[in-house]
């Protein structure tokens, strides 16, 4: 996607290729450098970027933004460094990049837009190398580079560490990186989503809804089924002429068409069935027909769709007509009727724009003298995954599918500058070459330079500049991550887009052409080693499977079975592979048994294995990823662990109302649940604070707020809150708001220290804490301004961002008003939280706007936790305890033990003294304890005395 300065031939391929946009430079020596295209674009949307001043390249976790000068063809001028970024300090706007400590750039910048100049040749490409090596098994952690400072010349180091490591050959699939940046891609998504279940495009809504749904965690799912409900919310039936909503309306009606498809192939929810017969009735009649004449010079436009029905824009033309019937092909699986004539045009208004090479073109038609050129890949991307999911068997669909994925893989590096919208294009491109493991491989190797650069150091991915600059617009890194996610997801073959139930022997038999089919020809000879060679190489085939797929024994161990093949001959081999990192996690290298158990895994945590099996000297294909998540339980001695978190809104209204957007959120088994709301004052109307909130009827207590003229944050808790069943979680609130519940483990009851901060220019709140391991948890309300002071954008003031300190929490956003001609929030929320070691101040600090007209209010709170050697005493005899530490000093000291179980009465000695005495009441007790040095004591002042039931 990134790509920027041109020589003036690459302008000239720019004008041979192109019919709109612009090159990535504009080549105009009458304008200034710096005033060009794409550098003075910024990000109007979220704003991560907009303080870099442009839209620069970045050149990866280094954090430093750079540009593109024709004067200077080797080398990268530095224009911004994000103050908390790796090179912060060390490298300074204005710099110029001229190498690395592997000699200086070698080759001018010609990456850009058009054959000649696809791809990422010259210093951007050279970069990327060194940068990737550098965190590799061989590298430092450091990559130093060679800056041209004023009159020096300099070698700077930049420590980035080793943390992500490398990408290996085999990426994304098995490769650490690339796991760990799909994570963190999903978890920023879950914080970017919307109140409404949105990501703020259709673009956004497609990718990041398909890779939560691949991932299929209880909070991906969770979103997931938000963003169902926006879509279910927005369509219509036509003759209403706009499915999901103004504008634009074929593309929001794809969008909700491809996702609601998944979305009910994956959970069987049966209302979708509704909402997608809806879909589906707009895109047949979208769709342009012959029935209509169209405008004059736009004929041959049959089964074409465009941005909206009829010729309203362009008419139709390729990239929407590929997704119509990628569209119509997933509904007709889920199996809502679909005319095949309509299908069959779309196919065929494809097949008319297609040249001979593969390539897809505008519209239904091939420019003359063209057959062989191509330009970027979104459409024939968009081309081949609609034909590979085609529901007729027909060989036609599957040798035409085979032909576009070919020309992607042969031609891959126009991968990320597509015309329209980059993350668009590279998003279809990934799922039209997802069925072909070659197509995929070249792929991924030829752009392997633009993953490693658009990482930034904020665990999202940033969209670099490229041909078309109207993505800054729709924000430089939700479509981006979102695209990624999916792209890093699609060797899991969780979905039909990416390969899911697809029968790759009728695909190879069907049309009896297998050896006109084979990379080498004529399978005469040994059958069975071509035959496995030709179905592990072209179409996954022979892959390793699981006959027990991952299940979870108990909370803390989870066992799984190998299936075994017939293929082949020799020892059979099997190698289990855990790929989330998550605590116990745990690898086996080659093995004949075919079981596996995983032990010493922690509770309500989600797992990932895959399998691999060789025979002989034959190695399978690594199977497809299994999710597994533990049962839920007590955590890890000693540890607090966060479960479940979700974000919602607080409506507006009297007495306790439900809180909209996470359904009934059970808190079952955990020890804490704690929900943390900001609210407003309601236009002057209420006081904005929160009057209470309930959890199935029962009570939380307030823990802390803070506020202000116009709104509060407050944080509330629920010990033991037990299971929600046919109860809601509802606040009753004087105003509107948002907030976010967590559910926590390992937690002890009640609260250890609080801290506040209000203002109108704080955006950081220090608590001092007491205890080691204990949790602290904080929140920003951010409120009651509209400030259209940047050039009339949209401000998003209540949209704060916990800072890299923090662990993300939720954030929520509230009061759409219009005004001087744009909507603007009138606030937002968001929290995060730490853990502590129990002797300094902790800091949590939020990125906000801050200033006059402001209404910000922080609180901070600290969750003490149930320390590893009162977290469950040990019995010794009926009724008779002891602890696993002595005291070190005489005196007496109050402990707060909770009682549990109903025992009738029991009594805890320790030694040969009691100490305490328990009767039939369950709840928390203050108790005085009088210790001699050397006995045993708990080494907090909270914890937890449990028994079996008399």
Aim: aromatic share 12%; charged share 20%.
């Amino acid at each position: 996607m990134g790509q920027g300065f041109k020589y003036l031939y690459v302008f000239l391929a720019w004008v041979v290729f192109s019919l709109s946009g612009y090159g990535q430079v504009v080549y105009d020596e009458n304008t200034p450098l710096e005033s060009r295209l794409p550098w003075v674009e910024t990000d109007q949307v979220n704003k991560d970027d907009a303080v870099s001043g442009g839209w620069f390249y970045n050149l990866g976790i280094t954090g430093i933004r750079v540009l593109f000068d024709e004067t200077e063809p080797k080398a990268l001028k530095v224009k911004y460094v994000f103050p908390n970024a790796p090179a912060a300090g060390r490298i300074f706007s204005g710099d110029v990049i001229i190498g690395t400590s592997e000699g200086l750039f070698q080759e001018s910048h010609q990456n850009g837009y058009g054959e000649e100049v696809f791809g990422a040749r010259g210093p951007i490409g050279e970069f990327a190398v060194e940068l990737e090596k550098a965190q590799g098994s061989g590298g430092s952690g450091t990559i130093t580079l060679r800056v041209r400072r004023g009159a020096q010349t300099l070698n700077v180091p930049v420590v980035i560490g080793k943390r992500y490591g490398s990408y290996r050959p085999t990426y994304p699939e098995d490769c650490p990186k690339s796991a760990l940046i799909l994570r963190e891609n999903l978890d920023f998504l879950l914080e970017r989503q919307y109140y409404n279940g949105s990501w703020g495009s259709p673009i956004s809504n497609c990718f990041a809804g398909l890779a939560l749904l691949s991932d299929g965690g209880v909070r991906e799912m969770a979103a997931a089924r938000r963003l169902a409900e926006f879509h279910a919310n927005l369509t219509a039936r036509p003759p209403g002429g706009r499915a999901d909503g103004g504008v634009l309306s074929n593309w929001n009606g794809m969008a909700a068409a491809i996702f609601l498809s998944e979305y009910y192939l994956a959970t069987g929810e049966s209302w979708v069935i509704g909402e997608l017969n809806e879909v589906r009735e707009f895109l047949l009649w979208s769709q342009y027909r012959n029935s209509t004449p169209p405008p004059s010079g736009q004929d041959n436009q049959d089964g074409g769709w465009g941005h909206n029905p009829g010729f309203d824009g362009y008419g139709p033309m390729a990239m929407t007509t590929g997704q119509g019937a990628l569209s119509l092909a997933l509904i007709q699986r889920c199996g809502l009727p679909v005319s095949r004539n309509q299908l069959d045009a779309a196919y065929d208004f494809l097949e008319r724009g297609t040249g001979g090479n593969g390539y897809v073109w505008y519209g239904a038609s091939v420019p003359p003298g063209r057959d062989n050129d191509y330009a970027d890949m979104g459409r024939t991307g968009a081309a081949a995954v609609s034909h590979y999911l085609s529901p007729y068997q027909d060989a036609t669909y599957r040798n035409r599918a085979r032909n576009y994925s070919k020309m992607i893989g042969d031609f891959p590096k126009s991968f990320v500058d597509t015309h329209g919208s980059h993350a668009m294009g590279m998003g279809f491109v990934g799922m039209g070459v997802s069925f072909d493991p070659v197509a995929l491989r070249k792929l991924l190797d030829a752009n392997k330079w633009w993953f490693a650069l658009a990482q930034t150091h904020e665990e999202a991915i940033y969209n670099q500049p490229a041909r078309d600059h109207s993505t800054p617009n729709g924000g430089m890194r939700i479509e981006v991550s979102a695209v990624t996610a999916f792209i890093f997801s699609i060797p899991d073959h969780n979905l039909h887009v990416t390969g899911k139930s697809v029968d790759y022997d009728e695909w190879a038999w069907g049309s009896g052409q297998l050896s006109a089919l084979h990379p080498w020809g004529d399978l005469d000879g040994d059958l069975l080693s071509n035959w496995q060679e030709f179905l592990r190489l072209e179409y996954g085939r022979d892959r390793a499977a699981f006959s027990t797929p991952p299940r979870a024994e108990s909370p803390y161990s989870v066992t799984m079975t190998a299936a075994t093949n017939s293929r082949g001959s020799g020892e059979v081999e099997y190698r289990f592979t855990e790929l989330s990192g998550g605590p116990g996690g745990k690898s086996t290298g080659w093995q004949s048994s075919r079981t596996f158990v995983n032990s010493g895994l922690w509770p309500n945590m989600t797992y990932r294995y895959r399998v691999e099996q060789r025979i002989g000297t034959v190695r399978l294909e690594a199977s497809s990823e299994v999710s597994v998540r533990t049962p839920v339980g007590r955590a890890p001695q000693g540890v607090i662990e966060v479960g479940d978190r979700a974000s919602f809104s607080v409506a507006d209204g009297s007495g306790y109302l439900d809180v909209e957007g996470i359904g009934a959120f059970d808190a079952n088994m955990a020890d804490k649940l704690v929900v943390a709301v900001s609210v407003e004052h309601g236009f002057q109307n209420g006081s904005g604070k929160v009057n209470g909130i309930t959890y199935a009827g029962k009570p939380l207590t307030l823990a802390s707020q803070s506020r202000g003229d116009r709104g509060a944050a407050e944080i509330w808790y629920l010990d033991h809150p037990g299971p929600i069943g046919s109860g809601k979680l509802k606040v009753s609130s004087d105003g509107f708001g948002a907030g976010t519940a967590y559910t926590l483990f390992g937690t002890s009851v009640g609260v250890s220290q609080v801290a506040t901060a209000s203002g109108s220019g704080v955006s950081s709140v220090g608590l001092q804490n007491t205890l080691p391991g204990s949790l602290v948890l904080s929140m920003i309300t951010n409120s009651g301004s509209l400030n259209a002071t940047l050039g009339g954008t949209a401000e998003i003031p209540g949209v704060p961002t916990p800072l890299q300190s923090l662990k993300h929490g939720g954030t929520g956003s509230w009061g759409f008003v219009a005004f001087d001609n744009f909507i603007h929030r009138q606030g937002g929320h968001a929290t995060g939280y730490q853990f502590s070691d129990g002797s300094s101040v902790m800091n949590s600090p939020y990125r906000t706007r801050t200033g006059d007209g402001y209404s910000i209010n922080l609180v901070s709170v600290e969750f003490p936790s149930l320390h590893s050697d009162v977290l469950e005493a040990h019995r010794i005899s009926d009724q008779v305890f002891q602890y696993a530490r002595r005291s070190e000093k005489a005196g007496t000291h109050n402990f707060l033990f909770e009682f549990s179980n109903d025992l009738e009465a029991w009594t805890i000695y320790q030694g040969a003294t009691q100490i305490v005495v328990g009767n039939s009441d369950n709840g928390v007790q203050t108790v005085q304890v009088t210790l001699a040095p050397g006995d045993f004591v708990p080494p907090a002042k909270f914890f937890r005395i449990r028994m079996s039931p008399k």
